[in-house]
């Protein structure tokens, strides 16, 4: 009785860590941050994917102090702290690749995201890379670096675009030419990616 009860103190006690007990954990490099994003598009994403989160990006260390690197105008970093207080109601999401990543993994990673510094934000979700999206660069940065996948692949097309919000910045971008086909993945497809490990939400 005494070990089922340990047992159950112990999953209780990861669950609480893992969900906001107020205890925020130390986040490592390659840790994927999601919040709700106060930009005009972002409700048209949550509708369209059916998800509260609307933009993602991924933190790394410089000079021992944690950053998010984000596409959200030119790609670049931003500090944590700034991260999570633009985020709509302070909210946020931190997942981490399972099992964890080493020193070397790391480095791949940084090297990858540094050839996407600087790129302007694609508005179109198109998925070369002359222009980069928020959950499109941190799924690259892993797949480039580690090939591993970190979401789900889908085709606009296979997203709800039927309320007219969606269709409004649909029309706003595209006219009649919505490339239902175009290769696409959704913050939501990295929230809950077998992949990554949710350490951290409030």
Same mark, same amino acid.
């Given at each position: 009785?005494?070990?089922?009860?340990?047992? &159950?103190?112990?999953?209780?006690?990861?669950?609480?860590?893992?969900?906001?007990?107020?205890?925020?954990?130390?986040?490592?490099?390659?840790?994927?941050?999601?919040?709700?994003?106060?930009?005009?598009?972002?409700?048209?994403?949550?509708?369209?994917?059916?998800?509260?989160?609307?933009?993602?990006?991924?933190?790394?260390?410089?000079?021992?102090?944690?950053?998010?690197?984000?596409?959200?105008?030119?790609?670049?970093?931003?500090?944590?702290?700034?991260?999570?207080?633009?985020?709509?109601?302070?909210?946020?999401?931190?997942?981490?690749?399972?099992?964890?990543?080493?020193?070397?993994?790391?480095?791949?990673?940084?090297?990858?995201?540094?050839?996407?510094?600087?790129?302007?934000?694609?508005?179109?979700?198109?998925?070369?890379?002359?222009?980069?999206?928020?959950?499109? &660069?941190?799924?690259?940065?892993?797949?480039?670096?580690?090939?591993?996948?970190?979401?789900? &692949?889908?085709?606009?097309?296979?997203?709800?675009?039927?309320?007219?919000?969606?269709?409004?910045?649909?029309?706003?971008?595209?006219?009649?030419?919505?490339?239902?086909?175009?290769?696409?993945?959704?913050?939501?497809?990295?929230?809950?990616?077998?992949? &990554?490990?949710?350490?951290?939400?409030?």
């Amino acid at each position: 009785m005494k070990r089922i009860l340990s047992c &159950l103190l112990f999953v209780f006690s990861i669950y609480a860590y893992g969900m906001g007990s107020g205890a925020v954990p130390a986040f490592k490099d390659g840790d994927v941050i999601l919040q709700t994003s106060t930009s005009s598009q972002s409700e048209a994403i949550q509708l369209a994917t059916h998800s509260k989160w609307s933009h993602v990006g991924i933190i790394f260390h410089q000079s021992g102090k944690p950053y998010v690197y984000e596409a959200r105008g030119p790609v670049g970093y931003r500090s944590l702290s700034a991260f999570i207080n633009s985020g709509s109601g302070k909210k946020y999401l931190v997942r981490r690749y399972r099992g964890g990543l080493s020193s070397s993994q790391v480095s791949r990673m940084v090297s990858v995201a540094r050839g996407f510094a600087g790129k302007p934000y694609d508005i179109y979700f198109g998925w070369d890379n002359s222009r980069i999206y928020c959950s499109e &660069l941190v799924w690259k940065i892993y797949k480039n670096a580690l090939g591993v996948s970190v979401g789900q &692949l889908e085709e606009l097309g296979d997203f709800d675009l039927s309320h007219p919000k969606v269709q409004k910045i649909l029309r706003e971008r595209y006219g009649n030419n919505i490339p239902y086909d175009e290769t696409v993945v959704s913050p939501e497809a990295l929230a809950v990616n077998g992949n &990554l490990v949710t350490i951290y939400q409030n």
